[in-house]
């Protein structure tokens, strides 16, 4: 048996400004960076040892996850993480000609896959400003329909169709070798990978929420079905 821990990004900057922020590279807020860590002492309580982690390109997941990892020593198992970067990176230099040391280092892969929903021409917008000028209902059909495109943006079925190639072909294969598995990302691709998981319905995924910095554990069986969830909200 296996374990993949989801976890939304901390509170962003922008969270805290009610903003749209797609793929806009926003930081953690001080509350963010509090969220991960409260996150990281209840990986702690769960015993968890992770083997690898995935985040987004954006900085806001990988901020989340090396808090995840650094600080509980037993939550990396006592290896040190380290940012996995490959060839077709354009400021590569040679960090893929490392292969690392399994029982010493914990692989962190960011990818492009993973990243949050691209939000078009919503992005740094204020959604409350944004439901005054466009009304409640399409700004609605915007963020929570499940084929409906913001302007310029993303679906979430767009969405999820690029972060379950991405689960299948990477994530999975981890799980069904046994290790245990964190995932750093946004609401939106972790509601695509969610949908597969729980082979959740278009109308079901779309109410699917998320809160910042908190971890969803889920147990797998060796061909990668779910046994149970946990959600650590208490």
Not at 161 to 166: D, E, G, K, S
């Amino acid at each position: 048996m296996s374990k993949l821990v989801l976890i939304r990004h901390g509170q962003s900057l922008w969270n805290a400004e009610n903003k749209f922020t797609g793929w806009v590279d926003v930081p953690l807020s001080e509350r963010g960076r509090a969220e991960a860590m409260i996150a990281a002492c209840k990986l702690n309580d769960e015993k968890i040892n992770f083997d690898v982690c995935f985040t987004s390109l954006l900085i806001r997941t990988q901020e989340t996850a090396i808090i995840c990892l650094t600080e509980c020593e037993s939550v990396r198992g006592g290896k040190v993480p380290i940012m996995q970067h490959t060839a077709d990176d354009p400021n590569w230099h040679g960090w893929n000609n490392y292969n690392g040391k399994k029982e010493e280092e914990l692989p962190i892969f960011p990818s492009q896959a993973l990243d949050e929903r691209y939000y078009g021409e919503l992005q740094g917008l204020n959604k409350a400003e944004t439901v005054a000028k466009f009304g409640q209902e399409q700004v609605k059909l915007w963020r929570r329909s499940y084929d409906v495109r913001p302007p310029g943006g993303e679906s979430l079925e767009d969405t999820k169709n690029r972060v379950i190639p991405f689960f299948k072909s990477r994530i999975l294969t981890h799980l069904k070798e046994g290790d245990d598995v964190l995932v750093s990302a946004h609401g939106n691709s972790l509601r695509a990978m969610i949908m597969e998981l729980e082979q959740l319905t278009p109308e079901e995924v779309t109410q699917v929420e998320f809160i910042t910095g908190v971890p969803i554990v889920y147990d797998l069986d060796a061909e990668g079905k779910v046994l149970g969830k946990k959600i650590l909200n208490s």
